[in-house]
Every structure is written in structure tokens, then in C-alpha cells.
């Protein structure tokens, strides 16, 4: 019998071709596999039996392959070839790609097994990699993913190395990344000056580090700045220099058996530090240890693991090149700061040349290679919620740009949406087909920087992943430059323009999410206000249904004696943390909610304060006496405690009444402040005891950093209704 399959998913560069000849070897089949421009395309011959265990087998790829899609057709007379019995063919690109594209992931144990191992002739290359790990988004040009394809095209592999990728019971079988120190991307050394450091370049720059050197090191998706952590005073010349004033600064430890000197961890929190992923975890700082230095005012420090082979190759070299792999489990006494390589405001530097521009009045030393980053892409940051889902903070390298598939089958595959976000933590997403892919973030749009990135990858995004805009998506406030660039790119292209409202894009994400097709109350802890100053406050409490939203209720203005007025639950924190007067003063989006959280940690839980809030029969809100008993207290965690306990009680009731209102039993909970997991788990606990169903953002950023995915699903559901620009 003769079967021809089209497989889609995330099925290229992660190893699937390599295993598919492995399983259907194994079964006995005859036939080839090939990379195309729309997944995977498998063409088999043998008996009915064997041809249906694979075809099952495919929904079992091991990760990080994700099979999505599996479609017999048409497959012909083609005869079956005798020998090889069956093949990995050379890929064809006969169609726009509609291909998913890989996430870069952490080197993996086989890799590090080699990259430790002196016998071996990987032993302490930098760039070691394999089809299950490694750098993908920010190396690929685009696809389908062949090296020629990625930035690997520029290093021709050595006899040995193409030796690999030939023989089946080679693990890099058809790796497309394949090289070594002989063949593959070159280390080196370079001073503030760009003059060339002789020496070994890791040993060299552990040297200077450990001296209280600050390193700029290029990584997998840009450039990071690192010294000692465990020497204050160079941290905070990194901190002068950036200039980046009390931010938070991460700290990356060799391994989880080095975290509990840092900080306290769960279980749930070592899965996510140890993941392929490799984002940046928000831990609970340990009260006897004294990271002020790294993350002052929050009760939390980001911590990480090394993610690729640069990184483990500078603990490696601390510990004095060990000889075996004991190491890798056992704790390390070298703990490095670091916060991304770029100027305030700006994004993730990529480039070697800009780089020793930009940074040389900063950095003593710089740690290049000549493999080239075709896309920036910044640390994801997360906090793990008691469950153990994550919280997302910042959606970048390990997680952008896995794929929310769009389960729907009602709206219109044919319209391709880009959308480009709001003003704050800047981000884009293409709605394509079935998925909606979301581009690692580029910063804040204040900046004339990060406006010309946004403004590039707007180009290279979608032709990157095959699409071709037939319509742009933007916030409805037209002051973003976001908005402005949406409405000149749509211009430009003669597409329609929609814009969606800001807490509608924030409900939104998570209804593309999590495959919600219906009505919702969506409840959004934000701080957002419209630039008009005319214009009314937009409720945080609203019902959305697909393209539609309404405004239920009102939350109103309350005030805090000097302070401006308080028209949100984010303008609320912001006020809580001027009058508390907390040092330091909240330095970014979202940082008074978080330091009002770590405040009133200690104390917590306590009851609310039942007179602090009123609700009216026509659904205004009003904290107001909440504030008048703040007003009077000295600022404490008891009182921090009581003040978000009472904020629950209140939204609570809230949510419950215009759920009652409109007869619907699902909620949506988001926006930037749900990132205070002290307000965001009570109030999910409070409104699932009171039977309602409650979904929040799991895989995207509740705040800003979300908005794109939200705007592309309303869209495409608007514009499958009407073609026309409309404003939701």
C-alpha cells in the first residue's frame, strides 16, 4: 500500500525528520520524509498494519516537536524505491511557508555529557548543539529550516562533522546545525578598545569577572552584561552605568543544587529554572541573605540557569575545569549578576560592532562570536503561580515564538492579521492561518530605538513565517506610535485598519489562549487611562463576546489626599506606594504592585476590612473608604495585608454581580497588576468557591506585553463579520 502524509506543527528543527526515518526503519517501510513549506511531508509504502502504527506514532513525536496536524492525501502510483529503503529527502519550498518556527531552547544533558568530556571533540566548544537543543528563532533567515536557511549557512562543516549527519546511529543524524571546534562559529576575547585579548577567551574572561570586571557577553539572542554578584559595589557600576537606577537585576547560578543559597524555591519553581526554556524566575529572597544590591525594595530576585554552552562553559572554569560531571549537580560558589546588554530604553543589542559602540564606556571586556543573531530576542521572565502555571512577565527567548493554536474553526483562515501591540513592553503578533505567533519583545516604545525595531520587524516578522498582512490591528488609542506606525503600514499596504480597545485586547489574549469561544466577564487589574484627557476612564469590569465589548459598571475615582487622582487598581498601587513612601520608588510598570505585595507578605493572610468598600445597585465601585482608613494608618504589613484583602473582597463582589447581571459563569482575569500573586490567586480562589469558572493568562504576559495577541483575535473575528475598519 502506497500513503502519502502532510504532517503540521511544530515539526522543523527539532530532530522529526531523524526520527521519523528512525521509526519507520524500525516498522520496515520504504518511502522518504521531507521538510516543506508548510511542515513535513512523509510518503510511505508497506502493509496497512505498519502504515497505521506509524501514522499513530507521529501524535507521539518526542519533544520539542508538537504534531498539530496529520492529513492522508492523495499519494498516486509512485512506485517504492528499494533502496535506501527509506530516505530523508532534500526540502522543498513549492508554497508560501506556513511552517511553525522553533523556540530556541537550553543546551541538553547529551550536550553538556560531550561538552564536559575531554575524550570527546566537542570537549568545551562553545556553540554545542544537537536537533533537540539549541538556538533556533534567532538563527534562522527563514524557511524551511536547512542550514543553509540559518546563520550556520556561513560555516561549512569539516569531514567529521558531515560524517555525523550521515550515519542513522549518529544522534545528530540530519542535524542541520552540526559543527565543532574545527568548523563551526568562532569565541574570541576583545577589550573596551577592541583590541584582541590573547588567551583562551572563557578562561580569560572568567579572570576578568572574577577581578570585578563587567563582561558584555553575547548569547543566543543578544548581548547580556555580567560581573560578580557577590561583589556589591561592581554592581552597582553596572548600575551607574547603564544607567538603570534600583531596577531589578537577575542573578544566574550554575544549577538548582546552587539555588538555595540565593533564595527559597518549590519544586514547581525548579521545574520551570531547569526547563528547556530557560527563563528568568522570580524566587522569594531568603531572610538572611542580603540581595538588596541585585533587586532592591522587592521581597524577590530573578534567578536562571545558564542556557547555552558559553554560559555553563564560565561556571565550568570556576570550578577549575573539573574533570567528570559531578559538578553539574553539586553546588557552585560562583553567582553571576546580569541584565541585558543594551542602553536604557533601547533593545537587545545583536551586533559586535554596535555593541563595542555602545557599551564600551561600560563594559571592561567583551566575549563575541561570529555567528550571526537574525533576531533579538530578550530573557523571559515568570513567576509560578501555587499551582505551578506560570505567570508570564515578559514573553522572549525559549517561549517566543511557540504558536497559540486557533481552535475555531468560525473565522476566516484566509485574513492574515499583524498586529502591533500598545506603547509599553512593545510587542507584535501575526495571526496566520491556524496559529497566531507572537515576536519576542523590543521594549518601550518611548524610544526612537525601539520604535525603528518595531517598525523593522513589522516587515520581517511576517516574512519570516510566510504571511502577507490583509489587515493591521492596533490599540484604539491613536497616540501609540504603535497605532501610528498600524495606520501608515495599512496605508502603505492598502489593507483596513481595526482597532481594539486596550482592556478588550487584555480580555481577548486569553480567550485566544485558552479556545474560548464565548461570552465572558473580563476583570483587568491594569493602570491604564486614555490619552484623551476628556475621555472617560474605561471600566476595568466589561463583557466580552468575540469581537464585542461593553463597559459593566464603573470603578470610581478615588483620591489619596495630595495624590492624583485614582481612576484603576494600577493608579491605586502607585498612590498605596507614594504615601507608604517605599524605597526604592517603583521603577517600572507594574513594580508598585509587586513592592505593595512583598510589603505585605509577611502579614499575610489577614482579614479584610469590611467597611473599606461600597457597591451600588447600578455597579459602582468604591474604595474610597478603604483609603480614608489607609490614610490614617502608618504604613506596616498588617496594614499592606489588610488593604489587599479588602481590594479582593471588593472586586470580588464586583465580578460576582455583573456575572449575576448578565448571567454568565465564566471570567477572565488579567492585566499587569494580576502579576501581585498576593490579589490575583485570592481573588481566582474567592470567585471559583462562588462556582464560577475563572481562566487567566498562562502562556503570554497578562500586561501590555499580551495586548498584540489579543488584538489579532479580535480582528479576525471582526473581520470575518465585516470587512470594513471598525473600532471595538
Sequence with gaps: MHRRLEV????????????VWQEATRLGLIGWVRNTSFGVEIDLHGEAPQ???LQDLLWHAPAPARVEQVHAVAAGNEQATSTPPFAIRPSTRERAPTALLAPDTATCSHCLSELFDPTNRRWRHPFIQCPHCGPRLTLTRHLPFDRGNTSYGAFEPCAHCLDDTVRSEDRRFHDQTSACPQCGPRLSLIDRHGKPVEGDPIEQAWHRIQSGQIAAIKGTGGFHLFCDARQPQVVQRLRDGKPCGPRPMALMAANIASVPSVADSTPQE???????????????????????????????LGVMLPENPIHHLLFHEAAGRPVNLDWLSEPQTLLLAFTSGNRAGEPMITDNDKALSDLHHLADCFLVHDRAITMQADDSVLRVRSDGSPCVLRRGRGLAPVAVPRPETTVDAAHSVLALGGRHHSTLCVAHNRHAQMAPPMGELDHPATRAALRQMAGDF??????????????????????????????????PLLTVRHHHAHVAAVLAEHGLNRPVIGLVLDGYLPSDADAAPSSPLLQVAFDSCKDIGQFKTLSLGRAPAIHNIGQLFDALASHWQLEPAPMFRGDAALRIEALAMPAWPRPPLLTGWTLSDTGVLDFQPLLDWVRAEPASADIASVTIATLVAGLTEWTLHACRQEALDTVVLTGGCAANLLLAECLQQRLAQAALIVHQPTQYPGGDGGLSLGQAWVARHR???????VTS
Design 719 to 725: 473581520l470575518q463579520r465585516s470587512p470594513q475598519p
Design 270 to 300: 525548579h521545574r520551570w529554572l531547569a526547563s528547556a526554556q530557560r527563563p528568568v524566575v522570580l524566587l522569594k529572597k531568603q531572610a538572611a541573605k542580603d540581595w538588596q544590591h541585585l533587586a532592591p525594595g522587592l521581597a524577590w
Design 8 to 19: 503540521r506543527g511544530l515539526v522543523q528543527g527539532v530532530g522529526f525528520r531523524p526520527w
Design 51 to 53: 502504515l497505521d502504527a
Design 462 to 495: 511576517p516574512a519570516l513565517i510566510g504571511a502577507v498582512p490583509t489587515a493591521l490591528a492596533c490599540d484604539a488609542d491613536p497616540t501609540f506610535y504603535s497605532s501610528e506606525l498600524a495606520r501608515s503600514l495599512a496605508q502603505e499596504q492598502g489593507v
